[in-house]
């Protein structure tokens, strides 16, 4: 219980700052300095008004300053940083892989770019960090990162329209990290963005067709369930499958 008492502020404290991440890394802007402002006056956030979630919802979700509406998107992703750090916490213990991937899907769509400048760091600390800690699982992240970038390789060739070289660069890191939980993961994020076109299809009709969807938010999604749930799903899928016809 008291990692679990830390872990959630913590991750409210992460998701405030991956918020930094996805507004300025894009625009080439320092992730340092200057502090945090207003983004329609200006005007620098005072530490009283910069607490994750509680300092929105007490200021109505509008500046101080000048009035202006912030985003609810802030709030939302210090939240779901905070709420999905507590859950890895209570099913795999201190495990904080793959939190990046929140300011990726928020780039990704704003943006309609998977930045290197996030991936780049991610696949470097992963490589560092195996090799000094576990030398073994490295081995077998290298393999499925390489599998998982291939697979995505193959599907952005042949609908190039529907998937960058971002979202391939993007699940080689994450076979790095999640091994091979990483088959759950892009299931779910196949499953969902395939949901989700279905959707605007209904609602648009078949020239929403061009309309592209940016697909690291769905690799998100299953990056964290592959996170609380990846080796369990696995398990069931041989049991129920390859048990059965064997």
Request: proline share 7%; aromatic share 6%; net charge positive.
């Amino acid at each position: 219980m008291e990692q679990l008492a830390l872990a959630a502020p913590f991750g409210l404290i992460i998701g405030s700052f991956l918020n930094v991440v996805a507004y300025r890394l894009p625009r080439g802007e320092s992730l340092v300095r200057p502090a945090s402002r207003c983004t329609t006056c200006g005007e620098e956030v005072r530490p009283y008004d910069n607490v994750p979630v509680v300092s929105w919802l007490l200021l109505r979700g509008r500046c101080r300053h000048c009035g202006e509406r912030i985003s609810p998107r802030y709030p939302l992703v210090e939240l779901l940083t905070g709420v999905l750090f507590a859950a890895i916490v209570l099913t795999r213990g201190l495990d904080a892989r793959l939190a990046l991937e929140l300011p990726v899907a928020a780039i990704d769509l704003d943006h309609r770019i998977v930045p290197n400048k996030v991936l780049a760091p991610m696949a470097v600390y992963g490589v560092v960090a195996g090799a000094l800690v576990s030398p073994h699982a490295l081995v077998g992240g290298l393999i499925t990162g390489a599998a998982a970038f291939a697979f995505l390789l193959v599907a952005a060739l042949a609908h190039p329209a529907g998937m960058g070289m971002g979202d391939v660069k993007l699940a080689g890191v994450m076979g790095l990290y999640l091994g091979l939980s990483v088959v759950p993961a892009l299931a779910v994020a196949f499953l969902a963005g395939s949901l989700v076109g279905v959707a605007i299809l209904v609602r648009h009709g078949a020239g929403a067709r061009k309309r592209g969807v940016p697909f690291a938010p769905f690799m998100a999604l299953g990056g964290v369930v592959a996170l609380l749930a990846g080796p369990e799903l696995i398990h069931l899928y041989s049991h129920l499958f390859l048990h059965a016809s064997s």
